[in-house]
């Protein structure tokens, strides 16, 4: 259901307020999304309390539903869709997610580097 517009110099249905009702998921979306991220966080609880498959293939697992528990929070909870007026906000995500992802390559480089620079520590005398 669209608002009239408030602006006096567009009168009209405002087209914002008819982008913020279909914005918002229905109950079912958010019971949907609910139970997909409790279903993607008693996995990996339940593989590493348990001990289940050997160390490797535990950390793929908790790295690989971490991945999809982004993915269904970003879809049911944020409501990033790829539709026509959702573009932008992809966009926005994509540069996001670019920025973090130089911050931390360059953030780990530079800490790799600092530590093959630092001095060898002088042996301790015996005494």
Request: no cysteine.
């Amino acid at each position: 259901m669209a608002t009239a517009s408030r602006h006096p110099a567009r009168p009209g249905e405002d087209p914002s307020a008819a982008q913020a009702a279909q914005a918002h998921g229905s109950i079912e979306s958010y019971r949907k999304g609910f139970i997909l991220a409790l279903v993607l966080t008693v996995i990996p609880f339940a593989l590493v309390m348990g001990n289940v498959l050997p160390k490797a293939a535990t950390i793929a697992v908790v790295l690989g539903t971490a991945v999809v528990q982004m993915v269904v929070h970003l879809i049911y909870f944020l409501h990033l869709k790829t539709g026509e007026g959702e573009r932008w906000n992809l966009v926005a995500l994509v540069f996001t997610v670019i920025v973090v992802g130089i911050v931390m390559a360059g953030s780990l480089w530079v800490m790799y580097n600092m530590n093959q620079s630092m001095m060898v520590p002088m042996p301790m005398p015996a005494g």
